[in-house]
């Protein structure tokens, strides 16, 4: 994930909040700067819909060749 604008950390380091924010304790992340999806996560910064996962995983089950079960 690439960070948009520029994110704190409070003073207990247990969320992240935008610049601006009166509970800024520690600079996170810098806009452009990449973190990784695991971390963004863990902060609730990325989500992933179920919905979203579950289509996309139908979508990668490979159907049958043939469903008929007839000739050429």
Known sequence: M???????????RKTVVKDGDDKAAHIFAAKGQQISDV??????????KKK???KVANKMVRSPENKSGGGK
């Open 52 to 54: 979203r996962v579950k």
């Open 39 to 48: 971390v963004a996560r863990q902060y609730g910064l990325l989500e992933i």
């Open 2 to 12: 690439i960070v948009t604008e520029r994110l704190y950390l409070t003073a207990d």
